[in-house]
Every structure is written in structure tokens, then in C-alpha cells.
């Protein structure tokens, strides 16, 4: 066994890699770019990156947040996401430890990352990116075939409630890629867990985008893949205990 520190060193490790790869996604998904074959490159002049200018973190800070070639600024973003990735990973394995379901949802973790900046700059959630979470949800099922049924309720428990709010509204109430990112999350964690992601995502969102407006401005159209995303994580990370915290406070 490797120690516990050395352990989550690799993790961390491995979740920033994992992570330089999520900017590529977040970059290029938008636009329809291939995410595999195009080399990655100088926004700002084209410059062709080496490998040592690819190493996670680490590059950025050699390069003091600058192009090697035009010396025009990177985006601090890179970065971030790379750190927050690793962290999310370190904290998944933490809980759960070595699993299959700490796996799951440290990809889970990954796509929430991506799908969030993305609809909080597009306002729209990439299909790709639900499909991936689906894969991850069915692979949850075979893995824990005695709960399947809890699984395939949860598929539909909020998105059957959303999509009537979509019918209702025309639309305009919520966005159909908000409606799948709860179906398949919901087949990820199971129902009683993605009821507590959306009241958590709305309460989030609610207090976030409230304060946005009153700061910034902000109007009061909102990207909500960013809010539902954090409830479907707080939901995946400490889910269980939270519900069974209620419970016992309403004497159930």
C-alpha cells in the first residue's frame, strides 16, 4: 500500500492533468472544434505550445501567466481549473476512498467543471457532455445492480417535473439541456439524492445570481447548469448524510 500522502499526491496529480484536458473541452466545444487532433495553441498568435509549456500549474507559473512567444496574457482560468480538478479528485477519494463509485464521481466532478463554464458563458449545455454523465450512470447501475430501481427513478423524478415546467412555459422556464443534466445525474445518484441536488441547486442559485444582480448588475436571465452542477456535487459528496440529517430533525 503507498502511503496516504504519496497516494494523494498521484491523485492530485492525475485530477490536474485531467484537468488541462477540460480547458481544451471548454475552449473548443463551443466552437465545434475537434478536441483531439488540433494541436493546442496561442489564442492570441498561434503559436504552436511544446510540451513544456503543457505541464499543468506549473507551466503557468514559469511562464508567469504569458505566451512564450507573443507574450500576451493566458487566461487565469487554465490554472484554476486545473487546481480545482485535482482538488475535487483528492476530496472524492477522501470520502469514499478507493472505489468504483469514487471514480464515478470524480468524473462526475470533471464534467460538472466543464459543463458549468461553459453554460455560464454560452448559456448552453453540451449534449456530449450529458451523454458522458449518462455513460457514467449506467455504469453506476451495473455496478450496483441491487439499487436499480432507485437509479432509473431518479432519471426521471425532477427531469419529468422540469420538462412539464418546459411544456408550461414554452421554454422559457428552464432550458432543455438543464432538464437532461438532471436525468442522467439523477441515474448517477439515484432519486432521493437528485431531489436534494435540485433544492440545493436552486437554493444556490437563487442567493448567488440575487446577489449578482444587486453587485454587478447581473440581469435576471441566468445560466443554471453552473447552480444545478453545484447541487449535484454537494448531493454526490455528502448526500446520504445530509438526508439522513433531515430525517432526524423532523423526527422521521
Known amino acids: 500500500m503507498l502511503p496516504t500522502a504519496l497516494l494523494y499526491i498521484i491523485i492530485f496529480l492525475y485530477g490536474i492533468v485531467i484537468g488541462s484536458f477540460l480547458n481544451v473541452c471548454i ?15 496561442c489564442m492570441n498568435c ?3 505550445l511544446r510540451w513544456y509549456d503543457l505541464v499543468p500549474v506549473f507551466s503557468y507559473l514559469c511562464l ?17 481549473v486545473e487546481l480545482l480538478n485535482g482538488a475535487l479528485y483528492c476530496i472524492v477519494f477522501a470520502v469514499y476512498g478507493i472505489s468504483v463509485k469514487a471514480l464515478l464521481f470524480a468524473l462526475l466532478a470533471s464534467a460538472l467543471i466543464t459543463l458549468s463554464v461553459i ?33 432509473a427513478a431518479g432519471f426521471f423524478v425532477v427531469s419529468g417535473f422540469l420538462y412539464l415546467v418546459h411544456l408550461a412555459t414554452k421554454g422559457r422556464g428552464i432550458g432543455g439541456g ?26 444556490i442559485g437563487s442567493v ?7 453587485i454587478s448588475g447581473q440581469g435576471h436571465v441566468l445560466a443554471f447548469g453552473p447552480y444545478l452542477s453545484m447541487g449535484i456535487w454537494l448531493s454526490a459528496l455528502a448526500g446520504e448524510q445530509m438526508i439522513a440529517w433531515y430525517l432526524t430533525w423532523i423526527g422521521l
Open 119 to 151: 453554460d455560464f458563458r454560452t448559456y448552453e449545455i453540451p449534449a456530449g457532455i450529458n451523454l458522458f454523465i449518462l455513460a457514467l450512470g449506467l455504469i453506476r447501475i451495473v455496478t450496483d445492480y441491487a439499487d436499480w430501481l432507485d437509479y
Open 46 to 48: 498561434g503559436y504552436q
Open 64 to 80: 508567469r501567466g504569458k505566451c512564450r512567444s507573443c507574450k500576451q496574457k493566458i487566461s487565469v482560468q487554465y490554472p484554476l
Open 178 to 203: 438543464d432538464i437532461k443534466l438532471m436525468a442522467v445525474s439523477g441515474l448517477l445518484l439515484g432519486w432521493k439524492q437528485i431531489l436534494l441536488a435540485f433544492v440545493l441547486g436552486c437554493i
Open 27 to 41: 475552449y473548443r466545444i463551443p466552437k465545434q472544434e475537434n478536441i483531439v487532433k488540433i494541436r493546442s495553441h
Open 208 to 214: 448567488i445570481h440575487i446577489a449578482r444582480m444587486k
